[in-house]
T-cell receptor, first 116, second 116 residues
């Protein structure tokens, strides 16, 4: 199936640990994103990469570091996890503006991170 | 700064009723895109529609229709003859193309419940 897939779907970990979330898309898109959805369902962008280049870097703690080995993958590494990091993290991908008019972002199924 | 307001936090209707979800946006950009996403109880984000700022044509897709009015900065979504499967949280989003990426600014979401 063509999709944006992220792993794991659920992640429970203790404060202070380091964890990673992986994301892969096979839609042929060249731009990828990480979004955070808090407990009130509010969605906010964190990062965006285009063809391995960091394009968007919102006000996110340095403990969050995205890594894009190629344009089909964008991983999120989080150091020294805190209780407030508990949220659902969504990966997404889209085509770069100007390449096509179909620039809508497609989202992965989300990773529910719980820090205890 | 860009902003999206979905004033209706929750809507509850009986099956087969028509329902309209409101979305009002603010932007200083002349070129922008508007989107609607659906988040069913299973948690994934499903793309529904994209609208370009220079295309004010309304759109109908089956029981779904969208009314884009630049004069009132609104992009409302109507479901006709609602069904229980339409129950979800619906998000309106505005994006500004930024070096090819799409920085989505989401509204707070409207939780729609369709009762049998």
């Amino acid at each position: 199936d063509t999709a944006v897939s992220q792993t794991p779907k659920y992640l429970v970990t203790q404060m202070g640990n380091d964890k990673s979330i992986k994301c892969e898309q096979n839609l042929g898109h060249d731009t990828m994103y990480w979004y955070k959805q808090d407990s009130k369902k509010f969605l906010k962008i964190m990062f965006s990469y285009n063809n391995k280049e960091l394009i968007i870097n919102e006000t996110v703690p340095n403990r969050f570091s995205p890594k894009s080995p190629d344009k089909a993958h964008l991983n999120l590494h989080i150091n020294s996890l805190e209780l407030g990091d508990s949220a659902v993290y969504f990966c997404a991908s889209s085509l770069r503006t100007g390449v096509s008019n179909r620039i809508e972002a497609f989202f992965g199924q989300g990773t529910r991170l719980t820090v205890v | 700064a860009q902003k999206v307001t979905q004033a209706q936090t929750e809507i509850s209707v009986v099956e087969k009723e028509d329902v309209t979800l409101d979305c009002v946006y603010e932007t200083r950009d002349t070129t922008y895109y508007l989107f609607w996403y659906k988040q069913p109880p299973s948690g994934e984000l499903v793309f529904l529609i994209r609208r370009n700022s220079f295309d004010e044509q309304n759109e109908i897709s089956g029981r779904y229709s969208w009314n884009f009015q630049k004069s009132t900065s609104s992009f409302n979504f109507t479901i006709t003859a609602s069904q229980v499967v339409d129950s979800a949280v619906y998000f309106c989003a505005l994006s500004e193309p930024l070096r090819g990426a799409q920085k989505l600014v989401f509204g707070q979401g409207t939780r729609l419940t369709i009762n049998p």
